[in-house]
């Protein structure tokens, strides 16, 4: 098994691009990694994407996006796993550098979601869920995510505005990211007026809708160190799945699949939650952020919150999330945001975070939730200093 | 590409409004389809009668242009009336309306459409047929009884109101026009196939893309080649589909609140479609002074827009009284609920 390191990264605005098709903006995060990493011809692409099917009517990405950006040829498939899909492509690629079998390895994330009306999006969103004994039940996405926060808040005894932390730090953030969707502030008075979706979960609880594409170069990390190319390592990658329909979860306030999957990494790394510089966890939804935090072992059961009541959610903060915005206000094209995460980690570790840049930062974690929790997927980045090659642990 | 100009200087010589009588208050539709008391678009939209129509409101507002124009009838040779509520698909309601105020046979009487810039686009040709010496008058109308979707976003603001304009030489004008420019592109943000009772729409994709682009588009390619810039204008009028979306335009085109303020009518009548901007600017013409200059801007879904600057004359203080004015339609008001309107607008299943 080889050490493997993101060597280039790329990635489009997240908006709402009328004029720019699922293709468009998938070879433009591609080109770009490419020319990150000065690399002319990968050997390989996995494309990370979940709706282009039902609402591009377009399958075969992975040939598709391939061929235009110029890549007829190589080796290409599309890797879904709902929401979570950008890091399972990233997994894909990752696992194919780790094992020998390509050197040079293009992982892109792309989603297209603005081009159809609200609703018909929305009922596409359904298919991260149990299709038959939760969607056709009538239950929206939102509303699943609804019943999470409504148990949680009885059983722990929250008010909605306690949540108001973890949206108001991501819009902080992404006040200074340049490819953010909602680069503006809010206030803890807007989250406490803002209007209801689906009971207690409001609009600015929830991530909004919006199309994107981000990328990365893999190549084994002694190329890189060889070539004394900046580089970041996947120190830790480890994908955990659990029942899709909450229902038939032991626990539906327990993200068993964040804990499994974060415990296989934090092993795999040598790590714990207290040596991490920050965590790009997947706030879909407010109730998700504090789930995950719990589920990584940065809180209590139930504890969660607090960590936003009391601002150590903050890039100086001593867990930071979503420095560039998270999926609230960077955005969340769905099959994208695992790529965008890990871009994001990427320019952390490497020192080019620009205004959010987190001082001395040498280890983070990325997490992607597919569904409600059914299928989460953690990478573990670490920067690579070409002198010691890796980084000692006190 | 230049604006336009006609070659013969053409004037607005008399407009006319109509608002029907009944309001609905937008908490009504919230009460019934939300259940909430949340943030409505407006406060309230005007109701056609059960015997109201888009023929039946243009006559009242044709009737009105007249008085203040002061011309004979038989003297226009074209009635041409914008809207989205034709009640024919063949068979014209500007010659309907045009016998019905006296008009004719000597004239033209074609119906337009161009969602709700429909009447501009009249508009548009009634300068061109004037200021081409093929005629002296002529009349163009907007006006529309707007079918609201029930339960759709837009229910809120689909209005009925219009305002007809008899164009003239300028030397007859109450407002003078220095120069008009349409832009029009091929965007698909709102329609209604034939057979469709309510128009369908692209949720978001009828603000950036369409309202803003065209609108901002045509109004600022005006004002540059006019060399005017907000502050040379006094008043401006903008297509209003709701509160939010003139108000943001005019500010990026650098106009005040207060410019925009006296033909803002959305609030209180609703988005009266074809006749948005024309409405509109009958508010103005109803309370501008001489020389003042007024900025017309419409935008129909489709999309495009057409804008305008007039110059008002001496004469608009004499010929403004002669007709009600724009405020008293809208100030003559009668409450009603959703069952009655469900009923005016013929919204309950009969058979």
């Given at each position: 098994?080889?050490?493997?390191?993101?060597?280039?990264?790329?990635?489009?605005?997240?908006?709402?691009?009328?004029?720019?098709?699922?293709?468009?903006?998938?070879?433009?995060?591609?080109?770009?990694?490419?020319?990150?990493?000065?690399?002319?011809?990968?050997?390989?692409?996995?494309?990370?994407?979940?709706?282009?099917?039902?609402?591009?009517?377009?399958?075969?990405?992975?040939?598709?996006?391939a061929d235009y950006a110029g890549l007829r040829g190589i080796e290409a498939v599309k890797v879904e796993a709902s929401c979570a899909s950008g890091a399972a492509a990233f997994r894909m690629g990752y696992m194919a550098?780790?094992?020998?079998?390509?050197?040079?390895?293009?992982?892109?994330?792309?989603?297209?979601?603005?081009?159809?009306?609200?609703?018909?999006?929305?009922?596409?969103?359904?298919?991260?869920?149990?299709?038959?004994?939760?969607?056709?039940?009538?239950?929206?996405?939102?509303?699943?995510?609804?019943?999470?926060?409504?148990?949680?808040?009885?059983?722990?005894?929250?008010?909605?505005?306690?949540?108001?932390?973890?949206?108001?730090?991501?819009?902080?953030?992404?006040?200074?990211?340049?490819?953010?969707m909602f680069p503006k502030e809010i206030s803890a008075k807007a989250f406490a007026r803002a209007k209801m979706i689906a009971e207690p979960v409001s609009l600015l609880d929830s991530s909004g809708i919006g199309d994107g594409a981000a990328a990365v170069v893999l190549a084994p990390t002694e190329?890189?160190?060889?070539?004394?190319?900046?580089?970041?390592?996947?120190?830790?990658s480890a994908v955990a799945t659990d029942a899709v329909a909450i229902h038939d979860r032991d626990d539906p306030l327990f993200l068993m699949a964040a804990y499994l999957s974060s415990?296989?990494?934090?092993?795999?790394?040598?790590?714990?939650?207290?040596?991490?510089d920050f965590f790009e966890l997947h706030d879909a939804f407010t109730i998700m952020a504090a789930l995950s935090l719990e589920a990584c072992g940065f809180a209590e059961r139930g504890q969660g919150v607090r960590l936003a009541m009391e601002d150590e959610i903050s890039l100086s903060g001593k867990i930071p999330i979503c420095t560039m915005g998270g999926l609230k206000a960077r955005g969340h094209?769905?099959?994208?945001?695992?790529?965008?995460?890990?871009?994001?980690?990427?320019?952390?570790?490497?020192?080019?975070?620009?205004?959010?840049q987190l001082p001395d930062c040498r280890v983070g974690m990325t997490q992607n939730i597919g569904g409600s929790g059914a299928n989460i997927i953690t990478h573990i980045l670490e920067r690579v200093t070409p002198l010691s090659g890796g980084i000692e642990w006190s | 590409m230049t604006i336009m100009k006609p070659i013969r200087e053409v004037g607005i010589l008399g407009h006319g409004a109509y608002v029907p009588r009944f309001r609905l208050p937008a908490r009504e539709i919230s009460r019934v389809w939300s259940g909430d008391n949340e943030e409505t678009p407006i406060e309230e939209k005007s109701v056609p009668g059960m015997d109201e129509d888009t023929v039946t409101m243009s006559i009242e507002a044709a009737r009105n242009a007249l008085r203040r124009a002061d011309i004979a009838p038989f003297d226009l040779r074209a009635v041409w009336v914008g809207?989205?509520?034709?009640?024919?698909?063949?068979?014209?309601?500007?010659?309907?309306?045009?016998?019905?105020?006296?008009?004719?046979?000597?004239?033209?009487?074609?119906?337009?459409?161009?969602?709700?810039?429909?009447?501009?686009?009249?508009?548009?040709?009634?300068?061109?047929?004037?200021?081409?010496?093929?005629?002296?008058?002529?009349?163009?109308?907007?006006?529309?009884?707007?079918?609201?979707?029930?339960?759709?976003?837009?229910?809120?603001?689909?209005?009925?109101?219009?305002?007809?304009f008899v164009l003239g030489p300028a030397e007859e004008g109450i407002a003078v026009l220095e120069g008009s420019y349409s832009f029009v592109t091929d965007t698909p943000d709102f329609w209604r196939r034939p057979m469709q009772h309510y128009p369908q729409h692209g949720g978001r994709f009828t603000g950036e893309p369409a309202y803003f682009r065209h609108s901002l588009a045509a109004a600022q390619y005006l004002m540059e080649s006019l060399g005017?810039?907000?502050?040379?204008?006094?008043?401006?009028?903008?297509?209003?589909?709701?509160?939010?979306?003139?108000?943001?335009?005019?500010?990026?085109?650098?106009?005040?609140?207060?410019?925009?303020?006296p033909g803002l009518l959305v609030n209180k009548i609703g988005n009266t479609y074809a006749g948005s901007s024309m409405i509109g600017l009958s508010a103005i013409l109803d309370i501008a002074q001489p020389g003042q200059r007024v900025l017309q801007v419409s935008f129909g879904s489709g999309a495009g827009s057409d804008a305008f600057s007039w110059v008002m004359t001496g004469r608009i203080q004499e010929r403004r009284n002669l007709a009600p004015k724009t405020q008293d339609y809208i100030a003559r008001r009668q409450e009603i609920d959703y069952a009655t309107y469900a009923r005016y607008r013929g919204k309950i299943q009969m058979h």
């Open positions: 098994m080889r050490d493997v390191s993101i060597i280039g990264i790329g990635q489009t605005p997240v908006g709402e691009h009328w004029d720019r098709s699922l293709r468009d903006l998938g070879a433009e995060a591609m080109l770009a990694a490419m020319e990150n990493a000065h690399l002319e011809r990968p050997e390989a692409l996995y494309v990370g994407n979940m709706l282009s099917g039902q609402l591009s009517h377009q399958e075969n990405l992975g040939a598709l996006l550098v780790a094992g020998g079998m390509h050197d040079m390895v293009l992982v892109c994330g792309a989603e297209k979601m603005t081009d159809t009306l609200g609703e018909r999006t929305t009922s596409a969103l359904v298919a991260a869920a149990d299709a038959t004994y939760e969607g056709e039940q009538g239950v929206s996405f939102v509303a699943l995510n609804a019943l999470l926060m409504q148990r949680y808040m009885y059983e722990f005894g929250y008010k909605r505005e306690d949540f108001g932390g973890f949206a108001i730090n991501a819009h902080h953030n992404a006040v200074h990211n340049p490819y953010a190329f890189a160190l060889r070539h004394g190319l900046p580089a970041v390592r996947v120190a830790g415990q296989r990494a934090y092993a795999q790394a040598g790590v714990g939650p207290g040596s991490l094209p769905v099959g994208a945001t695992g790529m965008y995460q890990i871009v994001e980690a990427t320019l952390q570790l490497l020192g080019i975070a620009g205004e959010n | 809207s989205e509520s034709h009640p024919y698909a063949v068979k014209p309601t500007s010659s309907i309306v045009a016998e019905a105020i006296g008009v004719g046979p000597n004239t033209q009487a074609a119906d337009w459409e161009f969602a709700c810039k429909a009447g501009t686009e009249a508009m548009q040709a009634a300068i061109a047929l004037v200021g081409s010496e093929m005629a002296r008058y002529a009349m163009a109308i907007g006006m529309d009884t707007a079918q609201g979707r029930p339960g759709d976003a837009l229910e809120y603001t689909a209005g009925a109101g219009g305002a007809a005017y810039t907000a502050q040379d204008f006094d008043w401006a009028v903008l297509h209003q589909p709701n509160m939010r979306f003139p108000t943001r335009a005019a500010a990026e085109l650098g106009f005040s609140q207060e410019q925009i303020a």
